[in-house]
């Protein structure tokens, strides 16, 4: 969003919540922009209709946005704000860098998926791995315990037998758009020798999406992986070697997911997500905003007795100055929540929307501004299973490889 620093004095703007809508007031509320502000407008009085606003940011600067009308007075009828093109250029490389950034999605939670691996080495002992029943030392569901410990003996690493091109396999359970894939190894021995470590191959549905990455001992590495698919496998180049993962984990988005997305781009030009706490609880979170010490989110209305995912719909529905929605789920003692359970829905602005804090039953939902060229997204979020959407979209960014 454009922050333009004018001198502009909000003389009056009362907001209204109506079934989930945030409205403002008639035309005859109006706003008066000095005429230090030419460049930007050309001075006079400016009323304030249904589809146009001016929102105060916590920084002090006032944003301008949608279509505004001129007072009568100023004999001149309906006209949208024009921002020069230096500015209209730098938002709308600044939209697009969000919806890049959400279609590249988030390391989702692979606890609990299933896994295989061509062996296991039995090594007699219990391992201790994080989150799970002890299970054997290099056993499969260590590279998805949620550690990346790299140490074996404490029991959070894979390990093979010494085979021809030892491979680990993990079934994703649904269809995603993946981005990237990030590989932790053993880190105290690799390879034969333990300091010559194979070259690591990266598979999704039987397709190459990353080939001969090099690693050393005890590297993590974030590897590129532009592919769609459920099935990623995970093998090195080796005559006879031992495979040993310490934690494997993908980034992506689920197909269906970005195709909704996309459709509420096209029937509102927002689109809604949940953003996730940081915590083992992923599901539960508060919103957050990008500056906590001075972040105080603006109520702009709260809609009772109401699902989760109604809560999506009313802020889809809401006014262009909310930002995003907390959800908490109203429960009884010892209920379980469902797809039925209702809470309250609280409309917030003010501040942008970038996260979310733990807090059991509350969800939190950012609305995004979509692109005006949605082609690319659109290619990419259609790509068909087993192929790499890197080659039919310019959205494709190598990832830096991390230490």
């Not at 606003?53 to 920084?59: F, I, M, R, S, T």
């Not at 809560?311 to 100055?321: A, K, P, Q, R, V």
Request: a negative charge; one cysteine or more.
């Amino acid at each position: 969003m454009v922050r333009a620093n004018l001198l502009v004095l909000l003389l009056s703007v009362v907001f209204n919540v109506q079934a989930g809508a945030v409205f403002v007031p008639d035309e005859s509320s109006s706003l008066h922009v000095d005429d230090g502000s030419e460049s930007f407008i050309e001075g006079g009085a400016v009323s304030i209709n249904g589809v146009g606003n001016v929102a105060l940011a916590g920084d002090g600067s006032h944003h301008i946005m949608r279509s505004e009308r001129r007072h009568p007075d100023a004999g001149e009828a309906n006209r949208f704000l024009k921002l020069s093109p230096s500015t209209e250029a730098e938002e709308e490389e600044e939209i697009i860098e969000q919806f890049r950034s959400h279609f590249d999605g988030d390391f989702i939670s692979m606890g609990g998926m299933t896994t295989r691996q061509v062996s296991v080495r039995d090594d007699g002992a219990p391992g201790a791995r994080h989150g799970a029943d002890p299970g054997p030392l290099g056993d499969k569901a260590n590279a998805i315990d949620g550690s990346a410990q790299n140490i074996y003996n404490f029991g959070s690493c894979t390990h093979t037998k010494k085979d021809k091109d030892p491979w680990w396999e993990v079934d994703l359970a649904a269809v995603h758009v993946i981005s990237a894939v990030s590989i932790s190894i053993r880190g105290d021995c690799c390879g034969w020798h333990c300091d010559q470590c194979p070259t690591m191959n990266l598979m999704i549905d039987w397709e190459a999406c990353h080939l001969d990455a090099p690693f050393a001992l005890g590297d993590s590495k974030l590897l590129s992986c532009p592919w769609v698919g459920d099935l990623l496998r995970v093998n090195i180049n080796a005559e006879e070697d031992y495979l040993m993962l310490c934690e494997v984990t993908v980034k992506g988005q689920l197909q269906t997911a970005l195709l909704l997305g996309l459709q509420q781009c096209d029937d509102h030009g927002f689109l809604v997500r949940a953003l996730h706490a940081d915590s083992q609880d992923a599901t539960y979170g508060r919103c957050t905003a990008d500056s906590q010490a001075v972040a105080v989110f603006q109520e702009f209305g709260v809609v009772d007795q109401t699902t989760s995912k109604e809560c999506e719909e009313h802020l889809l529905g809401s006014h262009e100055m909310v930002e995003g929605a907390d959800w908490q789920a109203v429960l009884k003692d010892d209920e379980k929540e469902t797809a039925s359970t209702t809470g309250s829905c609280r409309l917030l602005g003010g501040h942008r929307v970038t996260g979310a804090q733990h807090a059991v039953g509350a969800r939190c939902f950012q609305k995004l501004r979509c692109p005006r060229d949605l082609a690319p997204f659109k290619a990419r979020a259609n790509t068909p299973k087993g192929k790499s959407w890197a080659n039919s979209t310019n959205l494709f960014k190598q990832p830096k490889l991390t230490a």
